[in-house]
C-alpha cells in the first residue's frame, strides 16, 4: 500500500509540480485516522481529494501485481540456475565430450585448441 507522501508525489508529478515541504505538509494525530494533508499551497493546483489519491493507490497495486506475474513468471529461471553445475564445470563437460570425437574436435576446431592449449600450460599438478 503507497503511503499518502508517495500518492501526493504522484500527484504532483502527474501535474508537472514536484514536492516542496514549503508547499504541502502531512500530519497524523496519532487518532487512527491516518495521515492527512494538513496545508496546501501550490499555485494553480488544487489540494487532491481522496479520490484522486486512491487512483494512484490503484495504479501502484496494478504495477505491483505486474512486477509479481514477471518475477512468477520466471520462477523456472530461478529454479533451473541452482540446479545447473557451475558454468566452469559445464564448459569442462563441453571440451571432454569434444575431446572423445574426433569429428567435433573438427567442428568445434578454435574453441578446442583454445581450452586445450590452457590445459596443456597448467595440467591439473601444475605448482604441486
Same mark, same amino acid.
Given at each position: 500500500?503507497?503511503?499518502?507522501?508517495?500518492?501526493?508525489?504522484?500527484?504532483?508529478?502527474?501535474?508537472?509540480?514536484?514536492?516542496?515541504?514549503?508547499?504541502?505538509?502531512?500530519?497524523?494525530?496519532?487518532?487512527?485516522?491516518?495521515?492527512?494533508?494538513?496545508?496546501? +499551497?501550490? #499555485?494553480?493546483? %488544487? @489540494?487532491?481529494?481522496?479520490?484522486?489519491?486512491?487512483? =494512484? $493507490?490503484?495504479?501502484?497495486?496494478? *504495477?505491483?501485481?505486474?512486477?509479481?506475474?514477471?518475477?512468477?513468471?520466471?520462477?523456472?529461471?530461478?529454479?533451473?540456475?541452482?540446479?545447473?553445475?557451475?558454468?566452469?564445470?559445464?564448459?569442462?563437460?563441453?571440451?571432454? +565430450?569434444? #575431446?572423445?570425437? %574426433? @569429428?567435433?574436435?573438427?567442428?568445434?576446431?578454435?574453441? =578446442? $585448441?583454445?581450452?586445450?592449449?590452457? *590445459?596443456?600450460?597448467?595440467?591439473?599438478?601444475?605448482?604441486?
Amino acid at each position: 500500500m503507497a503511503n499518502l507522501k508517495t500518492k501526493v508525489k504522484k500527484y504532483l508529478e502527474a501535474n508537472s509540480k514536484a514536492w516542496d515541504n514549503t508547499k504541502v505538509s502531512l500530519q497524523n494525530d496519532s487518532d487512527g485516522k491516518g495521515d492527512y494533508i494538513k496545508s496546501w +499551497s501550490y #499555485d494553480g493546483l %488544487a @489540494e487532491p481529494t481522496n479520490e484522486q489519491l486512491e487512483t =494512484y $493507490e490503484d495504479a501502484a497495486n496494478a *504495477k505491483q501485481a505486474e512486477l509479481q506475474a514477471e518475477y512468477d513468471a520466471k520462477q523456472y529461471q530461478r529454479d533451473r540456475l541452482t540446479e545447473y553445475p557451475p558454468i566452469g564445470d559445464q564448459l569442462d563437460m563441453l571440451w571432454h +565430450s569434444i #575431446d572423445e570425437n %574426433a @569429428e567435433l574436435k573438427q567442428k568445434y576446431f578454435a574453441f =578446442y $585448441e583454445a581450452i586445450k592449449a590452457v *590445459k596443456a600450460k597448467y595440467p591439473k599438478w601444475y605448482g604441486k
